[in-house]
């Protein structure tokens, strides 16, 4: 029994399947992902660590910073 939870995947909010395609766009649009990869990867590891506080902040964070790049684009168009 003890060896199957080591084979666990450590939780996370964002997958990471979604991380990695957000990597593969930097540098193919005008606008970078940067700041959007480094709050996700925060929220992950916030996550992993129970941090529910945190865990809230950063979804509030990567809400705001989604309607402005929403409206970014919009601006581009």
């Known amino acids: 029994m003890g060896s199957s939870s ?5 939780p996370q909010y964002v997958d990471e399947d979604l ?7 930097q540098g193919q649009t005008r606008l970078s992902p940067d700041k959007l990869l480094q709050l ?3 929220l992950n590891a916030c996550f992993r660590g129970g941090h ?3 865990c809230h902040a ?3 964070a990567i809400i705001d910073l989604n309607a402005l790049l929403r ?7």
């Open 6 to 10: 080591s084979c666990l995947e450590p």
């Open 40 to 42: 996700v990867r925060e």
């Open 71 to 77: 409206e970014c684009i919009d601006r581009l168009q």
């Open 58 to 60: 950063l979804v509030r």
């Open 52 to 54: 529910a506080y945190a």
């Open 19 to 25: 991380i990695e395609e957000l990597e593969a766009k």
